[in-house]
């Protein structure tokens, strides 16, 4: 798998393309802390692209999904009215997402996280926050 990273003001994307591993999701996530001379703090917007991803091997995926979520959210404890939104047009990564969905709120992630089927109603929402 790899991530392409785009910066806008106060959004950054995330474009996963191939199999996802945890490891790579874990650099996706510390990429978004990543301090840049144009973007110092976190942005307020956060979209995972994962139009042209596809599914994780086999494995234990809701372990993997459980211990990810966690690192996330203590990851973004302070982007309090801040917006992760999940493109995922794929039934199978799209079920993933919204379990991680689910794992962020119980984990109490600071951040509101939705899951999208289509760009347009991503940025939609994305953009509510602003």
Same mark, same amino acid.
């Given at each position: 798998?790899?991530? /392409?990273? @785009? +910066?806008?003001?106060?959004?950054?994307? &995330?474009?996963?393309?191939?199999? =996802?591993?945890?490891?790579? &999701?874990?650099? #996706? =996530? $510390?990429?978004?802390? @990543?301090?840049?001379?144009?973007?110092?703090?976190?942005?307020? %917007? =956060? &979209?995972? $692209? &994962?139009?042209?991803?596809?599914?994780?091997?086999? #494995?234990?995926?809701?372990?993997?999904? +459980?211990?990810? /979520?966690?690192?996330?959210? @203590?990851?973004?404890?302070? +982007?309090?009215?801040?917006?992760?939104?999940?493109?995922?047009?794929?039934?199978?990564?799209?079920? %993933?997402?919204?379990? /991680?969905?689910?794992?962020? !709120?119980?984990?109490?992630?600071?951040?509101? %996280? #939705?899951?999208?089927?289509?760009?347009? /109603?991503?940025?939609?929402?994305?953009?509510? #926050? !602003?």
């Amino acid at each position: 798998m790899s991530i /392409s990273i @785009e +910066r806008q003001t106060d959004l950054i994307r &995330l474009t996963v393309t191939g199999a =996802v591993t945890t490891e790579d &999701l874990y650099q #996706g =996530v $510390d990429a978004i802390y @990543e301090p840049t001379p144009d973007q110092p703090k976190p942005p307020k %917007m =956060v &979209l995972w $692209d &994962l139009t042209d991803s596809q599914p994780p091997p086999a #494995g234990d995926a809701a372990a993997q999904l +459980r211990d990810f /979520s966690i690192y996330a959210a @203590e990851r973004g404890q302070f +982007r309090t009215d801040s917006r992760v939104a999940v493109l995922s047009p794929n039934q199978v990564q799209f079920g %993933m997402a919204r379990m /991680s969905a689910s794992l962020a !709120e119980l984990n109490q992630a600071a951040y509101s %996280m #939705g899951i999208f089927r289509d760009i347009e /109603s991503a940025m939609a929402w994305l953009k509510e #926050g !602003e």
